[in-house]
């Protein structure tokens, strides 16, 4: 089942936060977040697994709460760079039948103005 | 390091040709290969993926097949487009369920 993602467009101007979440009626093992610029693929930011950890990318990071089976990407003073539209994906288990595999997110699309 | 090479990068077809699209890996073994297709505006949808040679696992029922011939290499095929496969086709690959995806560039596929 896909994550829901919220919300679905934020624009900000450079220097401004945000704050997008994501959040899974299944449980989660895994959470991860990328980022597409219009036109090119996904790059790959972050992975969280299983076990409410933390993680930081410079003025990126973002938080994975398992027993909320949600998870949160936090961008601070954002940067023109920073625009694009990031996508959680998630497993629900570490192997198995899954091999990993992702389903992604709707999207959430960000534009930061100067 | 790790590459992932994708091709072509856009294709025009008619609806009812045949289609090809190739990905490969280099600089790791055994990788777990995924094809993704994103319509426009739209986020990623999962076709296919492979844990190993000649093992494939579909999602999506249609017209689309995949295939794994070798190690490295992930193949997306259809015997007759249709209009509604245009799209944005992203081949993927990770060492394991703990490790982020690596996209290759994409494959922007307009049916005509």
């Known amino acids: 089942q896909q994550p829901v993602q919220s919300p679905q467009a934020v624009i900000l101007r450079e220097g401004e936060d945000a704050v997008i979440n994501c959040s899974s009626s299944?449980?989660?093992?895994?959470v991860h977040w990328y980022r597409q610029k219009h036109g090119e693929a996904p790059v790959f930011l972050m992975i969280?697994?299983?076990?409410?950890e933390q993680k930081g990318h410079e003025k990126i990071s973002a938080s994975f709460n398992e027993k909320k089976q949600q998870s949160s990407l936090y961008l601070t003073a954002s940067q023109l760079s920073y625009s694009g539209t990031y996508f959680c994906?998630?497993?629900?288990?570490?192997?198995?039948?899954?091999?990993?595999?992702?389903?992604f997110g709707q999207g959430t699309i960000l534009t930061v103005h100067p | 390091s790790q590459t992932i090479h994708q091709w072509p990068a856009t294709l025009v077809q008619p609806v009812g040709s045949p289609l090809s699209l190739e990905c490969t890996v280099e600089?790791?073994?055994?990788?777990?290969l995924y094809w993704y297709r994103q319509a426009a505006g739209r986020g990623l949808q999962l076709l296919f993926y492979?844990?190993?040679?000649?093992?494939i696992s579909s999602e999506v029922p249609q017209n689309l097949s995949a295939s794994r011939p070798q190690d490295r290499q992930f193949i997306l095929s259809s015997k007759k487009l249709l209009l509604s496969d245009s799209g944005f086709y992203l081949c993927?690959?990770?060492?394991?369920?703990?490790?982020?995806?690596?996209f290759g560039s994409g494959t922007r596929l307009t049916v005509v």
């Open positions: 299944k449980a989660l093992y895994s």
């Open positions: 994906g998630s497993t629900n288990n570490a192997g198995g039948t899954s091999y990993g595999k992702l389903t």
């Open positions: 969280l697994l299983k076990g409410g």
């Open positions: 600089g790791t073994s055994n990788p777990n």
């Open positions: 993927a690959w990770s060492e394991w369920t703990a490790y982020g995806y690596t």
């Open positions: 492979s844990v190993g040679i000649g093992q």
